[in-house]
């Protein structure tokens, strides 16, 4: 997506530990001319898959998930506690993600209202490192019977494992900009 | 706003402990048609405060803030991060605010860059209860030296100190459900 790549070209932030920030239109502050354009490019990427729920994880990828139901008819959208104290509500389904940046595990959760075996949802969040959110958003519909019919991420980097663990699963996986590699000179090459 | 009052009775629940929760349409699960008419309303009510920024708080005060920034034409959403964790970013303006649900000091942070004083700042969030959020980030506002243009809360009940005490300090507080009874039974008064 041109748009989205220009965009975290001049405006993201390398840190040193190969972090990626985009802080300044995504994930702290929001453009949300930038957050609909994303919006509409993920229904264009996933608009026959189905999908009659939107599945996300706070706090980051609710924004992109709530833009992208106005594209898909306002189906939808339930987004996933993160806590790190486990076993928080009862009767949730519940999976683990462990966080490399923060180097914390945390419990996800979704409550078993929001999600049975006559969905079919589509995955979306921000950032698609490892792939751990990614999986546990998986494992609880899993969990629930539901059917995942697409995962979509706003941004991945090619160079870690998420991306081809997740398709290696059987998923049809969707990124918008794909960094191939980062520099500390702020240098960004996309793929 | 009576579209969402009704909302709320029909499928809101009360809780044990004067609890309201709203999780199957605005708080978990969301209905962005509802969510766009919430945003709607605060354009109807705030049309005239001239902010060119809204301030909210992780996590569901960032779909009301995205949805609401579209009918004042696109201007900025910033929200601010909540950490039990102090001091995490660098150079952040900080606040503090106690959860009486959880019973938790949170540190809530909003980078430097994202706001100053040139700002004009209408601050939303999803409940106004005791008023330690919407504090928090007013606190935030002083401290970058924005101006508060307005407060706006989706639900508050009204016998709770929140919406009194921050009018007390001065500014625009504006609530779209005011709740002015609750019982165990399910029942649910308005103002």
Same mark, same amino acid.
């Given at each position: 997506m041109r748009l989205l790549e220009e965009r975290i070209r001049k405006d993201g932030k390398i840190l040193p530990g190969d972090i990626l920030k985009i802080d300044s239109f995504l994930n702290h502050q929001i453009d949300v001319k930038l957050l609909d354009s994303i919006g509409e490019e993920f229904h264009e990427q996933f608009k026959n898959c189905g999908a009659n729920k939107i599945l996300t994880i706070e706090s980051s990828g609710i924004a992109i998930a709530t833009s992208a139901s106005r594209y898909f008819s306002f189906i939808p959208v339930v987004f996933a506690k993160k806590t790190v !104290? !486990?076993?928080? !509500?009862?009767g949730a389904y519940e999976a683990k993600e462990h966080s490399y940046t923060r180097n914390i595990e945390y419990t996800v959760q979704v409550s078993r209202e929001y999600l049975g075996e006559n969905d079919k949802v589509l995955i979306l969040d921000d950032f698609l490192a490892n792939g751990e959110a990614m999986h546990a958003l998986i494992d609880i519909c899993d969990q629930a019977g539901a059917k995942v019919v697409g995962c979509g991420s706003v941004v991945c980097k090619t160079y870690q494992p998420g991306e081809k663990r997740i398709k290696d699963m059987g998923y049809d996986v969707k990124v918008l900009a794909r960094v191939s590699s980062m520099s500390d000179d702020g240098s960004i090459e996309f793929e």
């Amino acid at each position: 997506m041109r748009l989205l790549e220009e965009r975290i070209r001049k405006d993201g932030k390398i840190l040193p530990g190969d972090i990626l920030k985009i802080d300044s239109f995504l994930n702290h502050q929001i453009d949300v001319k930038l957050l609909d354009s994303i919006g509409e490019e993920f229904h264009e990427q996933f608009k026959n898959c189905g999908a009659n729920k939107i599945l996300t994880i706070e706090s980051s990828g609710i924004a992109i998930a709530t833009s992208a139901s106005r594209y898909f008819s306002f189906i939808p959208v339930v987004f996933a506690k993160k806590t790190v !104290a !486990a076993n928080m !509500a009862k009767g949730a389904y519940e999976a683990k993600e462990h966080s490399y940046t923060r180097n914390i595990e945390y419990t996800v959760q979704v409550s078993r209202e929001y999600l049975g075996e006559n969905d079919k949802v589509l995955i979306l969040d921000d950032f698609l490192a490892n792939g751990e959110a990614m999986h546990a958003l998986i494992d609880i519909c899993d969990q629930a019977g539901a059917k995942v019919v697409g995962c979509g991420s706003v941004v991945c980097k090619t160079y870690q494992p998420g991306e081809k663990r997740i398709k290696d699963m059987g998923y049809d996986v969707k990124v918008l900009a794909r960094v191939s590699s980062m520099s500390d000179d702020g240098s960004i090459e996309f793929e």
